[in-house]
C-alpha cells in the first residue's frame, strides 16, 4: 500500500506565495514521476505540474512562470512553490504519483493524495 502525505495548504492573500509538499511512502518500487491536480468547485481537475525522475517537467500553460515543481527523489518527495497567487488558483490541489509496486514492477499505477486546500482571497 502507497501513502501520499500532502502538506502547505492554506490561506493566501492574492499576490502571496505558498509550497506544497508531498510525500510517498509504503510499498513503492520505484516511481516515474509526481505530480499536481487541482480540482475547483464545479470544474474538472487538472494539471498543474508534473516531474520526472529524471527531472523532466511538464505545466499546465497557464501556470507556466508563476508555478515551480521539484522533486527530492531519496525522499520520494515532491515540491510545487506557487508565487503571485490568484484567486483563480482557488481549488484542492492533489498529489499524485505514477509508480510501481514490489509486487507487479512491471505494471504503472497511479496513486492520489487526499488533497490539500489553496484558497486566495483577501
Known amino acids: 500500500q502507497v501513502q501520499l502525505v500532502e502538506s502547505g495548504g492554506g490561506l493566501v492573500q492574492p499576490g502571496g506565495s505558498l509550497r506544497l509538499s508531498c510525500a510517498a511512502s509504503?510499498?513503492?518500487?520505484?516511481?516515474?514521476?509526481m505530480g499536481w491536480y487541482r480540482q475547483a468547485p464545479g470544474k474538472q481537475r487538472e494539471l498543474v505540474a508534473r516531474?520526472?525522475?529524471?527531472?523532466?517537467?511538464d505545466y499546465a500553460d497557464s501556470l507556466k512562470g508563476r508555478f515551480t515543481i521539484s522533486r527530492d527523489n531519496a525522499k520520494n518527495t515532491v515540491y510545487l512553490q506557487m508565487n503571485s497567487l490568484k484567486p483563480d488558483d482557488t481549488a484542492v490541489y492533489y498529489c499524485?504519483?505514477?509508480?510501481?509496486?514490489?509486487?507487479?514492477?512491471?505494471?504503472?499505477?497511479?496513486?492520489w493524495g487526499q488533497g490539500t486546500q489553496v484558497t486566495v482571497s483577501s
Open positions: 516531474i520526472t525522475t529524471g527531472g523532466t517537467t
Open positions: 509504503g510499498s513503492i518500487f520505484s516511481i516515474d514521476a
Open positions: 499524485n504519483v505514477l509508480g510501481r509496486s514490489p509486487s507487479s514492477p512491471r505494471s504503472l499505477s497511479a496513486y
